[in-house]
């Protein structure tokens, strides 16, 4: 049995032989939700090894600075605000 060629259903925007580099925040930013996540890679269009390579290059830019781990948005998302126990002063 001869295995059928399947074709991707988007074409890919960056070449196969293309290496995401850590050094580069601005472009690996496009790569990161709004809450700080890596987006998966049917929503960034990348094939299985690209992701795996923007993956490792964000977590190496994030253990050396140069991305954020998060966001104000995405730490502070629908919790409470502390209230102080000093009582309001007029």
Do not use: C, W
């Not at 259903?9 to 709004?34: Q, T, V």
């Not at 994030?62 to 502070?76: F, S, V």
């Amino acid at each position: 049995m001869k295995k059928g060629i399947s074709r991707s259903k988007y074409r890919s925007e960056f070449s196969g032989d293309h290496l995401f580099d850590y050094k580069d925040p601005a472009s690996l930013a496009r790569f990161i939700s709004d809450g700080g996540k890596i987006t998966p890679a049917r929503i960034s269009k990348l094939s299985i090894a690209q992701q795996k390579q923007v993956a490792a290059a964000v977590k190496k830019a994030r253990n050396l600075g140069l991305l954020p781990t998060g966001t104000d948005a995405y730490d502070y998302f629908n919790r409470f605000e502390s209230i102080s126990p000093v009582p309001f002063e007029a």
